[in-house]
């Protein structure tokens, strides 16, 4: 599975969009790319995930770039309980199902 | 639905004993992952499962082991517990098929002294 980069953070005003965004240049045909975040030592909280067309859900919205190298997550109206780690990860599916999670990118949203 | 549950919540341990962690999920999920946190670090897989009776080790197995007996329950067994193996430990469930994520559970907080 391919190697996403993110920056170690970021921080955004509450009610303010926050745009995060993934690197993940060796990413190939039959991957998807899934957000996942982390809240102060909580279980990880799945929030999205797409192939190549831009996804939205109740959480989050994801852009992925047309050559499908780079992606951003967008929380349209951070609020306070955003504030965690968002891990961007790349996955085959129907291959292994083995999420790597690196490091993330804290987000620290601010009021 | 409870979705996926751990136990115990905090558990410490003495070098050498052994211990089981618990986790069950009632979504009638196939997909099960046991995944280890140490601090400032992201998190490892462990062992997985794909459905009942199977089970496969991912990036940092030494030391545990799993069972799939059932849809609902992913027991880690800890066999001799050194203090390398401190750590929260978390499980997931997911439905087959492309389009979930993984359900995580709230961890287990372990301490080998």
């Known amino acids: 599975d391919a190697k996403t980069t993110q920056p170690p953070s970021m921080d955004c005003a509450e009610g303010r969009a926050a745009n995060l965004p993934c690197n993940h240049s060796?990413?190939?045909?039959?991957?998807?790319v899934y957000w996942y975040r982390q809240i102060h030592s909580q279980g990880p909280q799945y929030i999205i995930h797409?192939?190549?067309n831009n996804e939205t859900n109740e959480m989050a919205s994801l852009i992925i770039t047309e050559d499908r190298k780079s992606s951003t997550l967008i929380l349209p109206h951070a609020t306070l309980r955003d504030t965690a780690v968002y891990y961007c990860?790349?996955?085959?599916?129907?291959?292994?199902?083995?999420?790597?999670f690196g490091k993330g990118m804290k987000l620290t949203v601010n009021p | 639905n409870a979705g996926v549950t751990q136990t115990p919540k905090f558990q410490v341990l003495k070098t050498g004993q052994s211990m089981t962690l618990q986790c069950a999920q009632d979504m009638n999920h196939e997909y099960m992952s046991w995944y280890r946190q140490d601090p400032g670090m992201g998190l490892r897989l462990i062992h997985y499962?794909?459905?009942?009776?199977?089970?496969d080790q991912g990036e940092v197995p030494n030391g545990y082991n799993v069972s799939r007996s059932t849809t609902e329950d992913f027991p880690l067994r800890l066999l001799s517990a050194a203090p390398s193996q401190t750590s929260v430990y978390f499980c997931a469930s997911r439905r087959t098929g492309s389009h979930y994520g993984y359900t995580f559970g709230s961890g287990t907080r372990l301490t080998v002294v």
């Open positions: 797409g192939l190549k």
């Open positions: 990860i790349v996955l085959s599916q129907g291959g292994s199902e083995k999420l790597v």
């Open positions: 499962s794909v459905g009942a009776g199977i089970t």
């Open positions: 060796t990413i190939s045909g039959n991957e998807y």
